[in-house]
Structure formats: structure tokens, C-alpha cells
Nanobody, 118 residues
Framework: QVQLVESGGGLVQPGGSLRLSCAAS????????MKWYRQAPGKEREFVAS???????NYADSMKGRFTIARDNAKNTVYLQMNSLKPEDTAVYYC????????????WGQGTQVTVSS
């Protein structure tokens, strides 16, 4: 049974930091590109960051320099370190796993809420 379980969300003040985790199970983690997306109220889901099996990374422009994605293949876990958080970062953050190179399997977590507010 495939599972992606996010954790680490919560309430943080502007300028603060959070680290999200996504624990994966039920598939061969090292064969998947791992991604983070987010969805703010009333908005479409948007890409945040990704890390390929070999460690290559990609970030949305608005997250560059503030967010860092990392993965631990031994623990089947992907992380998102978020620094200098802004109120506009408030959203539900989702973990995604996409089989490479075919993309035939695409899995989603249930999401974790991040709220940036004073």
C-alpha cells in the first residue's frame, strides 16, 4: 500500500522557519522524483520544489533562496526546509512522488497545513 505522510506543518510568525517531512512507503523511493506542491485557499495547486533520484533540484521562482528540498533515500523521506516565511506562503503543502522516467505512477500525500501569521 502506497503512502505519503506529510508532517511538520503549523503556525509560524512571518520571518520564521518550518521543516516539512514526507515519509514514503509502499514503493521504491529511489526511483521517483519527489516534489512539493502547495495550495492556498481559493487558488490552484502550485509547484514548490522537486528533487530527482540523483539529487537534481528545481524550485519555483518565488521559493528560490528561501526553501530547500532534500531527500534521504535510506529513510524514504523527503524534506522541505522553509525559511523567511511570508503570509503568502500560507497553504496546504502536499508531497508528490512521480515515477521516472515514465511518469506512469503518480502519488500524493494528504497535505499538511502551514499558516504564516502574526
Amino acid at each position: 500500500q502506497v503512502q505519503l505522510v506529510e508532517s511538520g506543518g503549523g503556525l509560524v510568525q512571518p520571518g520564521g522557519s518550518l521543516r516539512l517531512s514526507c515519509a514514503a512507503s509502499g514503493f521504491t523511493f529511489s526511483l521517483y522524483i519527489m516534489k512539493w506542491y502547495r495550495q492556498a485557499p481559493g487558488k490552484e495547486r502550485e509547484f514548490v520544489a522537486s528533487m530527482g533520484p540523483g539529487g537534481s533540484t528545481n524550485y519555483a521562482d518565488s521559493m528560490k533562496g528561501r526553501f530547500t528540498i532534500a531527500r534521504d533515500n535510506a529513510k524514504n523521506t523527503v524534506y522541505l526546509q522553509m525559511n523567511s516565511l511570508k503570509p503568502e506562503d500560507t497553504a496546504v503543502y502536499y508531497c508528490n512522488a512521480l515515477r521516472v522516467p515514465t511518469g506512469i505512477y503518480n502519488y500524493w500525500g494528504q497535505g499538511t497545513q502551514v499558516t504564516v501569521s502574526s
